[in-house]
């Protein structure tokens, strides 16, 4: 029985549909800090939680007879940039309170991290699993904190706390939210719309890149796999792409043969894109528990510019 934090973000809100389908809608109670009509709130358990509260948060994990934690709710990289004393906060102590809640109750425990873990001075190119991670952002300062506090409480407390350093995640469910990466999100919506985008990334800026039924997967695999051949608990670096802004333009142009990209650049979120590796190294996922993502570039475009068309 699986409780979700943040189950309305970006990640959440699909996660809550891919788990309900595997484990039983009633066994997944989904939280978030508000109530929307989404989909997600009709189809099993829902509860309103701040995830500041710690109580609640412990209170709800324990009536609802818990024994897993995925907490997915924190502020992203450009809203943390923009609120830094908040996305601490909020980051740091809601991380705090899933954990508690975890160690108390015995939860097996799952938070994701990203390649927002990394900073200027991390080799940029095939970025390996362990490597120096001084980021130069708040959100970057609190998924390195967040990976060490998960490891911590594996060593002291015993806490099964597993996770994956996810690159940019493109889907077509949540609009574009408060991330550097989002503009690969926002080009296929505009694409559609008025067949032009204009970039907040300048050109030749390369990110790792996954589409959203990968990352669904990727969390289910490292959850389910053998604690015994993990060698890394939390923090698993996955991807399935990289690309700079005129190769997701080229591969819309394929379905969209007059599609325009131009360029505006974001100073704030151009230098945190700065500071993040270009293509990390996925390898001790592989070898580990057998991360594998099944869409490129051209099959995630075909597939989000559908699913969109139909939106
Ligand atoms: C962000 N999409 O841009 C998130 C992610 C890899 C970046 O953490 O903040």
């Known amino acids: 029985k699986i409780m979700i934090t943040g189950a309305l973000g970006q990640i959440g809100s699909e996660l809550i549909v891919k788990l309900r389908s595997i484990y039983g809608a009633d066994n997944v109670l989904a939280t978030d800090i508000r109530k929307t009509d989404s989909p997600v709130i009709e189809s099993g358990p829902f509860e309103i939680l701040d995830v500041m509260d710690a109580e609640r948060m412990h209170t709800l994990a324990k009536d609802f007879g818990a024994d897993t934690?995925?907490?997915?709710?924190?502020?992203?990289?450009?809203?943390?940039?923009?609120?830094?004393?908040?996305?601490?906060?909020?980051?740091?102590?809601?991380?705090?309170?899933?954990?508690?809640?975890?160690r108390d109750l015995g939860l097996q425990f799952f938070?994701?991290?990203?390649?927002?873990?990394?900073?200027?001075?991390?080799?940029?190119?095939?970025?390996?699993?362990?490597?120096?991670?001084?980021?130069?952002?708040?959100?970057?300062?609190?998924?390195?904190a967040g990976e060490l506090l998960c490891d911590y409480y594996f060593h002291k407390f015993g806490l099964d706390t597993r996770g994956v350093r996810f690159p940019g995640l493109i889907s077509y469910v949540t609009p574009p939210g408060g991330g550097t990466t989002d503009y690969a999100v926002d080009i296929y919506y505009k694409a559609l719309e008025t067949g032009k985008y204009t970039s907040y990334i300048e050109q030749g800026t390369y990110m790792d890149m996954m589409y959203m039924p990968d990352a669904l997967q990727a969390i289910v695999d490292v959850m389910e796999a053998d604690a015994s051949k993990l060698e890394h608990?939390?923090?698993?670096?996955?991807?399935?792409?990289?690309?700079?802004?005129?190769?997701?333009?080229?591969?819309?142009?394929?379905?969209?043969?007059?599609?325009?990209?131009?360029?505006?650049?974001d100073p704030v979120r151009q230098a945190i894109a700065n500071s993040w590796p270009d293509a990390i190294d996925a390898t001790a996922a592989k070898n580990e528990w057998g991360f594998k993502a099944q869409y490129d570039l051209d099959s995630m475009t075909k597939d989000m510019l559908d699913k969109l068309a139909k939106k």
Do not use: C
């Open 69 to 102: 934690m995925m907490h997915m709710a924190a502020l992203l990289s450009a809203t943390a940039e923009a609120k830094p004393l908040l996305a601490w906060n909020l980051n740091m102590g809601g991380l705090v309170n899933a954990l508690e809640t975890s």
């Open 111 to 144: 938070t994701p991290s990203s390649i927002g873990a990394f900073g200027p001075s991390t080799p940029k190119q095939n970025t390996p699993q362990d490597t120096l991670q001084r980021p130069t952002t708040m959100y970057g300062v609190n998924k390195v």
């Open 233 to 265: 608990r939390n923090a698993f670096n996955v991807t399935a792409m990289s690309f700079e802004p005129e190769q997701i333009a080229s591969s819309i142009r394929k379905h969209i043969p007059n599609f325009e990209l131009s360029y505006d650049v």
